[in-house]
């Protein structure tokens, strides 16, 4: 059985979920959704690297409701437009069309995400008989699916927590916009990384922390959020510009869930650029390592993933993977029950009716 598919979405990571729908041959692209005057009657396949494959981009949004394909694809941005992304996306639900989305981060777990956004979407739900899912990479796959893996084999856990590297930054994101606005290298001593000065980094990850501790039964005090800055000690040259001495040129953040002043679930961010030397006090990656999972307990262990570029592949691997992530979900999140589908399990939460959707 083939599975008919719109897509939204045709930005670094949208092309690459783009990708993914036409070469699976489970799935059928029956429509993509464009915002951009000069992609609209563009063939869908000359967006992402492939061939014409007779579907033209449009930006008939409404014209989607009227096709209703078993699921939409949502890869637009949900950057400085996070209350319109629910908007459509509950839309789409409420008219019975499944929703497959990377756009909307702190849904990967329904029960710790923002209540406005749960309820919006888990009546849209309720109102078209539809079913919801929201994954990506990480938070995502890696930081929710693997550790449930890494448990399996566990017996007592004292701790958890997954180190994220992303380390030479000017060579993987080439974007000033990113380093210096959002990332803060060269910025002066003293300046707030905008994901954490916007209050990012507990509103997209406290969900991945919540569900390692609802997996593992465990109940949290509280979630608990430290970072710092390191500064260049010289001026230090990059892929794009070169960052002054005395200014920022590495960040690091942890969202940890504590237990009794201890922290039980921890998520950790590293973020450098090229020429950064690696500080003595922080765990260093072992070569170009992406995420690292740990725990501490009987037995304890370590697991290193990396993402490793692709014979004659140029894309970013870890945007493939957050694509991926959802196009793979498909057939399961359509031939589910109608709800708001959580990681690992594939259980839909309680809607506003009370039901309990096995799927």
């Known amino acids: 059985m083939n599975y008919s598919v719109v ?3 045709t930005g670094i990571t949208g092309r690459e979920a783009l990708r993914g729908l036409i070469t699976d041959p489970d799935l059928d692209l029956t429509g993509l959704v464009v915002s951009s005057a000069r992609k609209v009657g563009r063939d869908a396949g000359s967006l992402c690297g492939l061939p014409d494959t007779g579907v033209t981009a449009s930006d008939d949004f409404d014209a989607v409701l009227a096709a209703k394909p078993d699921c939409f694809c949502y890869c637009r941005s949900a ?3 996070e209350d319109e992304a629910y908007d459509e996306i509950a839309t789409l639900l409420r008219a019975g069309i499944n929703v497959v989305t990377i756009a909307t981060i702190p849904m990967v777990y329904p029960p710790a995400a923002p209540v406005q956004y749960r309820e919006q979407l888990a009546a849209a739900c ?3 008989g539809s079913t919801f899912y929201a994954s990506g990479c990480e938070p995502g796959v890696v930081s929710m699916h693997l550790p449930v893996t890494l448990f399996a084999g566990a017996g007592r856990v004292d701790s958890y927590r997954m180190d994220e590297y992303a380390v030479g930054m000017d060579r993987a994101y080439p974007l000033w916009d990113v380093l210096h606005e959002s990332m803060g290298f060269g910025k002066p ?3 707030v990384p905008a994901r954490i000065a916007s209050g990012k980094v ?6 991945v922390v919540r569900y390692v501790a609802d997996i593992l039964g465990v109940q949290l005090d509280s979630v608990e959020l430290d970072w710092e800055t390191i500064l260049a000690t010289t ?3 990059t892929a794009l510009e070169t960052i002054p001495q005395g200014t920022v040129n590495g960040h690091r953040w942890q969202l940890a869930g504590v237990v009794g002043g201890e922290p039980v679930v921890s998520v950790q961010y590293f973020a450098t650029v090229s020429t950064t030397p690696w500080p003595d006090a922080w765990p260093a990656p072992e070569g170009d390592a ?3 999972h740990r725990i501490v307990g009987r037995p304890s262990l370590r697991l290193q993933m990396c993402f ?4 004659d592949e140029k894309s970013v691997p870890s945007l493939s993977f957050t694509a991926q992530a959802i196009v793979n979900a498909i057939p399961h999140v359509v031939d589910s029950a109608p709800g708001l589908l959580e990681p690992v399990l594939g259980r839909a939460v309680a809607t506003r009716q009370g039901r309990r959707h096995a799927p």
């Open 79 to 81: 950057v400085g437009r």
């Open 290 to 292: 992406a995420m690292v």
């Open 189 to 191: 001593d003293g300046h």
């Open 235 to 237: 001026d230090q040259p």
């Open 308 to 311: 490793d570029q692709g014979p």
């Open 202 to 207: 507990r509103h997209d990850w406290e969900p």
């Open 7 to 9: 897509h939204a979405g």
């Open 126 to 128: 309720d109102e078209g």
